[in-house]
Structures are given as structure tokens and as C-alpha cells.
């Protein structure tokens, strides 16, 4: 299960990366590498609401995944939310579109306790730890 989730991360990374396609690599976000999980750089340009609300919620799916008991991997989720949070903000998505789909899947508590390992977040994730959610 692991190489699989591995496997789907690494595509999902590759994927973004060439989306991005031939921007100056100045014009971009980069997420660090992280144990065996390459550097990728994410080119900033504008997406589509639709692409917002996909990267959103693919944001919060991972986050909420994050909190799973052992033995789930939650490296795996933290990269994950990292890549999906990176290219929302690469793509200039609208604060909302995000809280809206964290709203939709995690409570207050549980927000805070993702934000406390989620320190990628900076500003937006103290603002959407200053939203009402349910």
C-alpha cells in the first residue's frame, strides 16, 4: 500500500510540475524535499476556479488523512496536503475556495491540530484557523 500511495505522490508531484509548463523557473514555488520525496518547483500562473477548488480539496482530503491512527502514513498525507497547498497558492486561488473545502472536512479541533504540523501554511493557515468553521 505504501509504494502505491509513494507511486501516486510522485505522479501527482511530476504531474503538477509539467502542468506548470514553461514559466521562468524564477515565477515559481518550490516545495523542499522531504525524506525520499524529490524537490518540485510549481510555476505560479493563474488557475482556473475549477483547478482551485480541485487543489483545495485535494488539500483538505490530505489533512484530514493526516490525522488517521497508526499505522496509517502520515508522512504521506503531509506531503501530499504540502504539494496540493504549494500549487494553490502557485495558481493565485482565492483564500474562500479553501476554507470552504477545509470546512467540508474538518472540524475546528481538528484544523488546529493539523496546523500545528502544517507549519507550510503560514499566513493562510492562521487565517483559516480564524474562520468559522463547523
Given at each position: 500500500?505504501f509504494?502505491?500511495?509513494?507511486?501516486?505522490?510522485?505522479?501527482g508531484?511530476?504531474?503538477?510540475?509539467?502542468?506548470?509548463?514553461?514559466?521562468n523557473?524564477?515565477?515559481?514555488?518550490?516545495?523542499?524535499?522531504?525524506?525520499?520525496?524529490?524537490?518540485?518547483?510549481?510555476?505560479?500562473?493563474?488557475?482556473?476556479?475549477?483547478?482551485?477548488?480541485?487543489?483545495?480539496?485535494?488539500f483538505?482530503?490530505?489533512?484530514?488523512?493526516?490525522?488517521r491512527?497508526?499505522?496509517?502514513?502520515?508522512?504521506?498525507?503531509?506531503?501530499?496536503?504540502?504539494?496540493?497547498?504549494?500549487?494553490?497558492?502557485?495558481?493565485?486561488?482565492?483564500?474562500?475556495?479553501?476554507?470552504?473545502?477545509?470546512?467540508?472536512?474538518?472540524?475546528?479541533?481538528?484544523?488546529?491540530?493539523?496546523?500545528?504540523?502544517?507549519?507550510?501554511?503560514?499566513?493562510?493557515?492562521?487565517?483559516?484557523?480564524?474562520?468559522?468553521?463547523?
Amino acid at each position: 500500500m505504501f509504494r502505491v500511495l509513494a507511486a501516486a505522490l510522485l505522479l501527482g508531484a511530476i504531474a503538477l510540475a509539467g502542468y506548470a509548463g514553461s514559466a521562468n523557473a524564477d515565477k515559481g514555488l518550490t516545495i523542499p524535499r522531504y525524506s525520499q520525496y524529490p524537490a518540485t518547483t510549481i510555476h505560479v500562473k493563474q488557475g482556473t476556479p475549477a483547478q482551485c477548488r480541485r487543489e483545495a480539496d485535494s488539500f483538505s482530503r490530505a489533512a484530514k488523512g493526516f490525522l488517521r491512527p497508526y499505522p496509517s502514513d502520515t508522512d504521506i498525507y503531509l506531503v501530499l496536503a504540502r504539494v496540493q497547498f504549494t500549487a494553490f497558492m502557485a495558481h493565485k486561488c482565492e483564500f474562500p475556495i479553501l476554507r470552504d473545502a477545509v470546512s467540508r472536512q474538518l472540524t475546528a479541533k481538528q484544523l488546529r491540530e493539523v496546523l500545528r504540523f502544517f507549519g507550510f501554511t503560514g499566513d493562510v493557515g492562521r487565517r483559516l484557523a480564524k474562520a468559522q468553521l463547523r
